[in-house]
């Protein structure tokens, strides 16, 4: 070969050398260049080793020019690295860019049932005047629900509270055990496992066999409320119960008692409000009566404190049941009873 042909050679190899450089678009791209160009059995290493076949005049030349080769290809090679570094960290930076403008995804952030709230802004009224809160069993002896509240087996007052029995019957073939029809089962447990003064209300569900319409549900919740202690009067519990009815529906609400019968009261009464949409006039919600009944009530009867082993010569008491679901109709104006658990979220949204 002459130096021409060599120098020739070269300038072809350093060319397509660099060409294939710069096509290279990754680091690893660019190391399997550099072996096939540069490496030890690389093509312009190899034209190197032909140097030495030139003559002894040619080989300066022939030398100097691979040599300038190499050093141009070597620089390239560290020029091409140094680009495709700058353009990873800029794809990597773009990549991890936040785009601020974007508008944020909504979170579905949870909120208490409307029954709940209810429940709870009760509670926390007895508990402002003195009551404690405590919780009962739903499923119940027939012994707590009526027996020990003065209902016994064949006292028509258990027409009443048509009730869901579970499936167990004692020796007798009896029916012992129900889904308990309202919270006043809690009254005989709490005091017969503490002596007067009691002060406690008691928030739950409760579950009758009964047809469902606007206002009735098969399953709702009650809070039961008792007080016994020596000397406690119907003057309290009127007081008690106007201070709720006025802190729910507010300062200017009339309150109504009249009599009513429960077995396990005497007396008993119910407590209505005047109508706060009529303002007493009479209106559909109130069935034009001008009063809409919240509760039932009564001075705890003889016959229960005895059960329970208070004397009802020395304690008195008063105790009454009412229930949530209709409570939060009247403040929020809610047509049926249904909406509340017919997970409908349109309705459940608005509380
Ligand atoms: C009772 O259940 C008595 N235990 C209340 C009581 C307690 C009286 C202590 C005296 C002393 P009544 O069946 O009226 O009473 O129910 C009381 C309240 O529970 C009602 O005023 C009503 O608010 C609610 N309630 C009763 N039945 C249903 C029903 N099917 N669906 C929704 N709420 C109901």
Known sequence: MTTQDLLQTIEALTTRALRELQAARDLEALEAWRVSY????????????????????????????????????????????????????????????????????TLNLGR????????????????????????????????????????????????????????????????????RTHTSPMQARIMEQTRPP?????????????????THEWHFHQIEGLAVDEGITFADLKGTLYELARRIFGAERKVRFRVDYFPFVEPGVDMSIDCFRCKGQGCSLC?????????????VHPKVLEGVGY???VYTGFAFGLGPERIAMLKYGIDDIRHFYANDLRFLRQF
């Open 112 to 179: 208490l049932h409307p029954t709940t709230q209810m429940v709870r802004e009760i509670c926390n009224i007895f508990v402002s005047m003195g009551f404690q809160v405590m919780e009962g069993p739903e499923v119940e002896w027939d012994r707590y629900n009526f027996e020990m509240l003065n209902i016994p087996k064949e006292h028509p007052a258990r027409d009443m509270w048509d009730t869901l029995w579970i499936d167990r019957v004692d020796d007798l073939g009896e029916r012992t055990m129900l889904l």
């Open 311 to 313: 004397d009802p010569n």
């Open 38 to 105: 540069l490496g030890r059995r690389g093509q312009l290493t190899q034209m190197l080793r032909s140097v030495g076949a030139l003559s002894a005049e040619e080989r300066p030349a022939g030398g100097a020019a691979a040599n300038r080769a190499k050093e141009a290809l070597e620089s390239a090679l560290e020029r091409r690295q140094e680009e495709l570094k700058a353009t990873a960290l800029e794809r990597g930076l773009a990549e991890e860019r936040l785009d601020v403008t974007l508008p944020g995804r």
């Open 198 to 214: 009691v002060r406690v209300v008691v928030p739950g569900k409760c579950y009758r066999y009964e047809a469902t319409d606007a």
């Open 287 to 299: 069935k034009n009566t001008g009063w809409i009944e919240i509760l039932g009530a009564g001075m």
